[in-house]
């Protein structure tokens, strides 16, 4: 059995995706966007090169303020990205989605004896209310958030402050588990740990980078940590 398990968050137990359709497409719908679809693809075009550079080092807060900008740009529209910005985050600050099942995951995991650690890319002020929001912060004995760090997964350094504060967690008691390959498995791996690519929708793995083991159910993640 493992002792400790760092979870992200988005998209491995809260239901990121959902809060996103949704306030990307009520933006939209209030600039008075033509066509709420393809506008919604643009955002999803934009935001993942923005997230990219991120998780590569490059300025958060200017990337975050700009990627409206750009996105209705390229709709043929100007707008302040820097307030839609700030508008979307007051949506995101009340995203209390959950994936099924994440809730009675992180219980049997605690009542187990696992030592549960959220470990998250995100901003501070919007992770802390949807952990409290959506009633999974209850589980958690320590939450690590980039914005507080100074750093993004997948930088090792991210890791340091969960290393230094839990100093009996190691790669033979420990997990790292979460749904982007290019943030949280590549982070295990430059932090020496080793981590559980969860993987629901079966995605292919067209990168280079090898997660130590792969699950498409909490089910499955449940076995292998009490294993």
């Known amino acids: 059995m ?17 809060g996103e359709v ?24 934009v935001n993942h090169q923005v997230w ?20 209705f740009a390229r709709l043929g529209m100007t707008v302040d990205g820097a307030e839609l910005e700030r508008t979307y985050s007051g949506m995101l600050d009340h995203n209390f989605y959950t994936l099924p099942g994440a809730s009675t995951l992180l219980a049997d995991l605690q009542q187990a004896g696992v030592h549960l650690i ?3 890319n995100g901003t501070k002020a919007t992770q802390i209310s949807r ?3 959506s009633g999974v912060g209850r589980y958690f004995d320590d939450v690590f958030i980039s914005e507080d760090v100074g750093y993004n997964k997948p930088d090792r350094r991210f890791f ?16 790292m588990v979460g749904d982007r390959l290019q943030s949280d498995i590549l982070g295990a791996e430059r932090a020496e740990l080793p981590s559980v690519w969860f993987n629901p929708h079966q995605v292919e793995n067209r990168t280079t980078i090898q997660p130590t083991f792969e699950t498409g159910s909490y089910t499955e993640l449940k076995q292998l940590i009490l294993a």
């Open 118 to 120: 959220a470990g998250t």
């Open 52 to 71: 990219e550079q991120i998780e590569q080092g490059a300025n958060r807060e200017q990337l975050l303020n700009d990627r409206f900008t750009e996105t």
């Open 160 to 175: 340091q402050p969960i290393f230094r504060r839990h100093p009996n967690l190691s790669q033979q008691n420990a997990l």
């Open 22 to 45: 949704e306030g990307i497409r009520q933006l939209l719908r209030e600039y008075q966007v033509p066509d709420v679809s393809a506008g919604f693809q643009t955002y999803l075009q």
């Open 2 to 18: 493992k002792k400790y398990v760092i979870f992200d968050l988005d998209d491995t137990l809260l239901d990121f995706n959902r």
């Open 131 to 133: 952990l409290a929001g």
